[in-house]
């Protein structure tokens, strides 16, 4: 992908230094029996995930991304595992413990399992976001949370590898 954006700012380079107006594209007809080939851009995570409005931090098919109300009752009534980072970003610990979080959910292969960044304690943290880690009972910053079917079935506050973060979560997947 970053191939394709070096080659678009190439492009206007070099159409930008040349004497000549650039002429409009236009399409090539189908003509006869060949058929029309078009060539479309791989789609980005985005596109391929649009049914989340949040922000996605990591995960191609396992998407962790900002934490927001809306994605977190679709998630819900979608019956998907949910792990919940409390992430904080006074937090030293939540911060470097976010790469492995990135780590893991790049690596896991399931759908059926989604990972949202709640903010806990920081100035970014909203009142349901404050509201949910009381609820959950959630004392620290870099607590994880694992959620099934609305109950929580893990719960785990000290640092982890992601090796360790895809053995826990993948456990509640079937």
């Not at 979608?78 to 990135?102: C, H, Q, R, W």
């Not at 009142?127 to 607590?143: C, F, I, N, P, Y």
Request: hydrophobic residues 35%; proline residues 5%.
């Amino acid at each position: 992908m970053k191939y394709f954006w070096i080659l678009i700012i190439f492009s206007l380079l070099a159409m930008g230094c040349s004497n000549t107006a650039p002429q409009a594209m236009t399409p090539t007809p189908n003509v006869g029996n060949s058929p029309q080939q078009i060539v479309t851009p791989p789609p980005t995570i985005e596109k391929a995930n649009s049914a989340y409005v949040g922000k996605i931090l990591a995960g191609n098919k396992t998407l962790y991304i900002t934490f927001n109300t809306e994605d977190y009752q679709k998630a819900t009534s979608d019956g998907k595992v949910i792990l919940l980072y409390f992430y904080s970003d006074n937090n030293p610990t939540s911060k470097a413990e976010e790469l492995t979080v990135f780590d893991a959910f790049n690596k896991m292969e399931s759908i059926k399992m989604i990972g949202f960044k709640v903010h806990y304690d920081d100035p970014s943290t909203t009142d349901v976001e404050t509201q949910l880690a009381t609820t959950l009972g959630v004392k620290s910053a870099h607590t994880k949370i694992i959620l099934k079917d609305g109950k929580v079935m893990w719960q785990y506050s000290s640092s982890l590898n992601a090796d360790t973060y895809i053995t826990q979560m993948s456990r509640f997947l079937t």
